[in-house]
């Protein structure tokens, strides 16, 4: 299978915005929850944001009103808006699906909130 491509980290101030996207396989796209993950340095991997098929969305409290999860089911593409950042926000970010597939990490996209 291939793995997703996740991409649109970078370097932001605090304040700032980022707009992530994972281009994932229809195979295991399709009909599937997908969701968004992150791992800070020393840290586990945690579940940031969640969006099903139909669309329904959950998210994290610690980004709920600040990140919206979107979708494209004919792209096969997942996206995270990702505004008023905050230094904590700053790790690796992650799409897969929701339960995890355990061999479908990709390489990951780092954001980085400095001043």
């Known amino acids: 299978q291939v793995h997703p491509v996740e991409s649109g980290g970078g370097l932001v101030q605090p304040g700032g915005s980022l707009r992530l996207s994972c281009v994932a396989s229809?195979?295991?796209?399709?009909?599937?929850?997908m969701a968004w993950y992150r791992q800070a340095p020393g840290k586990q991997r945690d579940l940031v944001a969640t969006?099903?098929?139909?669309?329904?969305?959950l998210y994290a409290d610690s980004v709920k009103g600040r990140f919206t999860i979107s979708r494209d089911n004919v792209k096969n593409t997942v996206n995270l808006q990702m505004n008023s950042l905050k230094p904590e926000d700053t790790a690796v970010y992650y799409c897969?699906?929701?339960?995890?597939?355990?061999?479908?990490w990709g390489q990951g996209t780092q954001v980085t909130v400095s001043s």
């Open positions: 969006i099903t098929n139909d669309g329904t969305t």
């Open positions: 897969n699906a929701r339960p995890i597939l355990p061999d479908y």
């Open positions: 229809g195979g295991i796209f399709s009909f599937r929850t």
